[in-house]
């Protein structure tokens, strides 16, 4: 059987947002038909609720007949990773270098009985390159990491800058040298063309999507049910999900403009779930809840969906999530980047000026 050694920055089971949820379904997907031996070497945030001290070292989880995530942990990328992030950098930025030191036995393992080496965003590419050896490389693109990046203002001073060089460089090489590439978006496939040069015949667009097993409307009772265990009260319920990320924390600043006056002009409250949530102070009109291990009942609580994304890359898969709950959307076009969505039907369009009148409309 062929067998795909994935390497991932982050742990994704059990998944604690957009990059984790895609990474565990598409990967079980592909494990229909071959092997999947995954090495993920970070856990999220979700992850560290439950502590950090046993984790030191490798443990491995099987996620479906064919795959196996081999989750590592070293208090050394810890470190490294937070430093990074305080200085308002990527904290995976030198990932690679970290573990060609560290040189991790399950790694080894993985990589030694692999056909094909699959790489999820830039960081791992260069160390994935050293351990090749020959097999073919898949880039699995989650975003235009150089496009995301180069939204930002320069606050981290020069070494902002020397980042967005350095991001540049690892993704023209993953995207020049893997043997094939995969985006997530139309759009994104573009600027890899564009910016470049991704060969069309190494190009491979797959869409996302949602797993309606766990995602469907609400009905009345368990609308009533999920209510009544998070103690919500009667009041229309406007629900933002969003994880720390930089597009997401800019989304958010725009709701916490919106909700004191909206929400005492038209009796609503807004809920914000997730990390993105992180050091804001609920308020009278507004409840930041921060990260929990499952949404389902937000989304089953809400009666509207906001996305008020202006920045980012890759796709917005809370409007997925949304959709699939039967929730009315708002967004703005940013939040729906490479999804067939028709403005108007499937969702409610606009830009950021105009999502308090949309709010109202609804």
Known sequence: MITVADLCPYWSWPPTGGGPLRVYNLNKRVAAQVQVLQFSVRPTFGHQQHGWSSWVGTRSHQLAQNYWEYQYFHPAILGTGYLLYKSGLHSDLFLSSMLRLLSPVALH???????IIQVEHPWLFDLARHLAHGRPIVYVAHNVEAALWGQLDEGAGGALGVFKQRTRELERAAVRDAHAVVAMSPQDAATLVQDYGASLQRLTIIPNGIDLQSRSPATAEKKAAARKRLGIDAKPVLLF??????????????????QAYLGSELGIQFIVVGTAGRGIQSTEHMRVVGFVDDISDYLAAADIALNPLTSGSGTSLKIGEYLACGLPTVTTLTGIRGLQLTPGEDVLLGEISEFPQLIKRL
């Not at 393992?109 to 056909?115: H, L, V």
């Not at 999900?241 to 919106?258: C, F, M, V």
């Open 109 to 115: 393992e993985i990589i030694k009985s692999a056909s």
């Open 241 to 258: 999900t969003g994880s720390d990320h930089y597009p997401n924390k800019e989304a958010l600043a725009h709701i916490q403009r919106w």
